[in-house]
């Protein structure tokens, strides 16, 4: 199966509400995460990153969250907007010589005005 | 500044005729990689190059090749396109060589083969 995954495929929510966007990796030895958006007709585009020394870190109304003893991370999106409405990846990369990102299969985040 | 590159933006072809994406980014990066995009499948990796002159597979190669023509250039060929291949195909680049690989990506491709 696959190394990255996420549990909610669709998301909606109303403007100004806090987002959460999920993501499960199963190789304890990934030591790099990134969350990309994608919106519609668009390449993904880099939001944030977390090293696996980190538990948190903070954007521009975006938080990263790592678990690693549950291999699961989150993003949170702080007073969603419509502009937020997109496809959200996590990807991570695996050590051990390969620094090939891995993508998960995506969540489309929907921004209800 | 560009960033990454793709031509074409949409191309359809008949099952059997060949093709060439091309790809072209001015970041001076060292690492390259193709990858298609399939409804509910996410991103999976064609074919990558760590730096000019190498050239590697991915999760899904079989149906293309690659050329790494020069530092900025990476083209993605189909020899005799199949239905299967219908997809959007991004290219993107990173700096390459370490841990910290945040890929740029360009705008897409999207290919319908008949």
């Known amino acids: 199966g696959e190394s990255v995954g996420l549990h909610l495929p669709t998301l909606s929510v109303q403007e100004g509400d806090n987002s959460i966007i999920n993501c499960a990796y199963s190789?304890?030895?990934?030591?790099?995460f990134i969350w990309y958006k994608q919106e519609s007709g668009k390449g993904p585009q880099f939001i944030i990153d977390?090293?696996?020394?980190?538990d948190k870190r903070q954007g521009q109304r975006v938080t990263v969250l790592l678990n690693k003893t549950v291999k699961h991370l989150s993003l949170q999106i702080a007073a969603t907007q419509p502009g937020d409405s997109a496809v959200y990846f996590c990807?991570?990369?695996?050590?051990?010589?390969?620094?090939?990102?891995?993508f998960g299969r995506g969540t489309s985040l929907i921004v209800h005005p | 500044n560009a960033g990454v590159t793709q031509t074409p933006k949409f191309q359809v072809l008949k099952t059997g005729q060949s093709m060439t994406l091309q790809c072209a980014q001015d970041?001076?990066?060292?690492?390259m990689y193709w990858y298609r995009q399939d409804p509910g499948m996410g991103l999976r990796l064609i074919y990558y190059?760590?730096?000019?002159?190498?050239?590697d597979k991915g999760e899904v190669p079989n149906g293309y090749n690659v050329s790494r023509l020069n530092k900025r250039e990476f083209s993605l060929r189909l020899e005799s396109a199949a239905p299967s291949q219908t997809s959007v195909y991004f290219c993107?680049?990173?700096?390459?060589?370490?841990?910290?690989?945040?890929?740029?990506f360009g705008s897409g491709t999207q290919l319908s083969v008949l």
């Open positions: 993107a680049s990173s700096e390459g060589g370490g841990l910290n690989e945040k890929l740029f």
């Open positions: 190789n304890s030895a990934s030591d790099y």
């Open positions: 977390i090293r696996s020394n980190m």
């Open positions: 990807a991570e990369n695996l050590s051990g010589g390969s620094y090939i990102p891995t």
């Open positions: 970041m001076n990066h060292n690492s």
């Open positions: 190059s760590a730096s000019e002159g190498t050239t």
